[in-house]
């Protein structure tokens, strides 16, 4: 289990939100964080919703396995663990389809919002920032993003040639949990107007220990590798550049309980079918206890570029595209249970207009095409061809100490199936507003107000039948109408000084909420039928953080957040909701390259549960961490960095998981890592 705030990282991921200095005898203002997945470019402190930046040394002492569990730190974000191998990240009680993760811009492409259990093909290890954006996020990137927009920002694309003509980073690390082993490396040479990148990156986990037991969480493995080459032409104003990019996971399925399911009619009866223990491809999973696990293989292509002063009237023009052919295997036993197949295809064009008025425009064009297919025991989705096109301006305002930010995104979606059941049409259109006010020196107080639609995805149209990984019977609706979420945010932020602090709260009321609602009725089997319906929801919360700088050397920051989510006409509370968290944070500069830090914070109980789902204990968690930069006489910066987590050995389980009441968080761990840039 990893602390709430990554160990030494406190500077620019949490400065981003709350404002907080960094420690460093030189300064106590705000880093200049630029957020690329904002409408211009803008920096963290500037924007009228909550925004979080994790880089640099925070990123590289606080990374993890998967997304979710990276950025579950975050105030606001937590994790919808499925092990090791999987963790989506929920933002203020949302996740799924509703919070869509983007590569530099446009989407991931896999087929992670069809399921739980599957993963986002984010190679955590050799990422350069991660931006999250919470909140409706809709007007740049789509209505599925009604809770947010998470951007991970690589360097496959090369936009620069290096200084003495190549650079290389290499990073190894060590958990003793799972006996984890990972490590990455890339290099970029450039010369003239071309430049090229190479990197990889392979991580081997065995199961993880857990507290209060000499044995491991049975089938938790996890292992992955990955590689990527880029080459790009770079002029004085721009550039344009290619990458592929390869990557190969296996992960255990824990909890995975498979039972024969038919259908008399209306109703479903389920039984019990029992595997054995090892695959078809060779591998011995016996000291796993894996009954089932996905094998899982992605192949992407990305091509970016950006041209300043394209034409005129315009600053810049932005291209994005990608395309992917993901698939993966969910293997049972020595039989191929699933077969998933997803071929996915996006591009995005944006144009920077000069101020016209003093308003300053984004405005731009985005098409996705999503061919999605599953085969086998669980093809509990049939075949569908998915297509997505929109248009969307954004401008903002300068005056003063004000900065005002409108904007209109509308968006149509096509739904062919490949079977029997009718193809679907949908369209949405989204609209915001936010300002920023500077009242005095390093104070901002922020304000959003916004529209923003989801169009169903063809997991909620379409759905028919058994899915073991969350021992559900899912049946779709092909009636199911747009999500249209009103969103209303006000904050305050002190950026910089001896006291920082940040306070923000929220309310996103959805009409036509989506979601599973049990159908009153057991199948047998240790199954649940769930159909998909819609009602009205409210979900509302708050996020907050106050930093005293107690010494020159010492930081002490108190933080918390909590959301609820109800059904608003009666129909109880919403299905795994974050429970309210809260601690204390000490960040203690031992010298100008050694730093130290210590947390403890609580997860309270969660009784605020939806029918059919239990109850969830609290747990406190306490960690501390280190770090050393340094510069060798060759030339080579380095980071040396140590983590203890969960040092009380506290039994702990995320409410946001569909499997937290068979599967315990990690226990006691160390985990000890090495970067060195030159």
């Avoid at 650079?167 to 082993?181: H, I, K, S």
């Avoid at 063809?458 to 779709?476: D, F, M, N, S």
């Amino acid at each position: 289990m990893k602390r709430l705030r990554h160990p030494l990282a406190a500077a620019v991921a949490l400065a981003s939100l709350s404002g907080l200095p960094v420690l460093a005898a030189d300064s106590l203002s705000l880093p200049d964080t630029t957020v690329s997945a904002s409408s211009h470019g803008s920096r963290a402190a500037e924007l009228s919703s909550s925004v979080e930046v994790l880089r640099g040394d925070d990123l590289v002492t606080g990374r993890q396995a998967t997304l979710g569990d990276t950025l579950s730190g975050l105030p606001g974000v937590h994790s919808s663990g499925f092990g090791p191998g999987v963790g989506r990240p929920v933002i203020r009680g949302l996740d799924g389809a509703r919070v869509r993760v983007l590569s530099d811009g446009v989407g991931v492409l896999d087929a992670s919002t069809s399921s739980p259990d599957h993963a986002i093909t984010s190679e955590m290890q050799l990422l350069e920032q991660v931006e999250v954006i919470k909140g409706p996020a809709t007007l740049m990137y789509g209505g599925g993003a009604i809770g947010g927009v998470v951007n991970l920002i690589d360097r496959r694309v090369p936009t620069y040639i290096p200084e003495r003509g190549i650079e290389a980073d290499l990073e190894l690390r060590g958990n003793t949990v799972a006996d984890e082993r990972a490590g990455a490396v890339g290099v970029t040479a450039g010369s003239g107007q071309f430049a090229l990148r190479l990197e990889g990156s392979k991580l081997e986990a065995d199961p993880y220990r857990i507290p209060g037991s000499p044995s491991r969480q049975a089938g938790a493995f996890n292992e992955s590798d990955s590689a990527a080459f880029g080459l790009s032409w770079i002029g004085e104003r721009g550039y344009l550049g290619v990458a592929y990019s390869e990557q190969n996971r296996e992960y255990g399925l824990l909890a995975h309980e498979h039972a024969d399911c038919h259908t008399h009619g209306p109703t479903w009866h389920c039984g019990g079918h029992d595997h054995d223990h090892d695959d078809d491809h060779g591998h011995d999973h016996d000291h796993d206890h894996a009954a089932a696990f996905i094998d899982m293989r992605q192949q992407r292509w990305d091509l970016r570029g950006e041209y300043q002063d394209p034409f005129a009237g315009f600053e810049k023009v932005r291209l994005r595209m990608a395309h992917t052919d993901y698939q993966h295997k969910e293997i049972e036993g020595s039989q191929v249970g699933t077969r998933f197949d997803n071929r996915g295809s996006e591009a995005r064009l944006e144009l920077t207009h000069r101020p016209l008025a003093g308003w300053r425009g984004v405005i731009g064009g985005q098409t996705t095409r999503r061919d999605f297919s599953a085969l086998g025991e669980e093809a509990y989705v049939p075949a569908t061809l998915t297509s997505n096109h929109a248009l969307f301006l954004v401008e903002e305002l300068q005056l003063g100490n004000w900065r005002h930010e409108i904007g209109l995104r509308h968006e149509w979606q096509n739904v062919d199936v490949k079977r029997t059941a009718a193809d679907v049409s949908h369209r949405g259109t989204s609209i915001s507003a936010g300002t920023t006010w500077r009242f005095v020196p390093d104070h901002a107080l922020f304000a959003s107000l916004s529209r923003s639609q989801r169009l169903p995805t063809a997991e909620e149209l379409y759905a028919a039948g058994p899915h073991a990984a969350t021992r559900t019977v899912e049946l779709g609706n092909a009636n199911l109408r747009e999500e249209t979420g009103y969103n209303l945010e006000v904050g305050l932020r002190k950026l910089a000084g001896t006291l920082t602090y940040s306070l923000s709260a929220f309310r996103n009321q959805v009409d036509d909420f989506i979601y599973a609602a049990d159908a009153g009725y057991d199948p047998g089997g240790g199954y649940r039928v769930v159909e998909y319906r819609q009602d009205d929801a409210l979900l509302r919360g708050f996020e907050a953080s106050l930093g005293v700088r107690a010494t020159d050397a010492l930081q002490v920051t108190l933080f918390g957040d909590s959301v609820r989510g109800k059904l608003r006409n009666g129909g109880g509370d919403l299905p795994r909701i974050p429970a309210d968290r809260y601690g204390v944070r000490l960040e203690q500069r031992l010298s100008s390259q050694l730093t130290g830090e210590l947390e403890s914070y609580r997860v309270r109980r969660q009784g605020n549960t939806a029918a059919h789902e239990t109850d969830t204990g609290g747990y406190s968690m306490l960690n501390a961490g280190l770090s050393y930069r340094g510069h060798s006489q060759v030339g080579v910066d380095y980071l040396l960095y140590a983590r203890a987590n969960n040092l009380l050995n506290d039994k702990a389980r995320q409410h946001t998981s569909y499997i937290k009441d068979e599967v315990l968080l990690p226990g006691r761990n160390l985990t000890v890592g090495m970067r060195f840039s030159f």
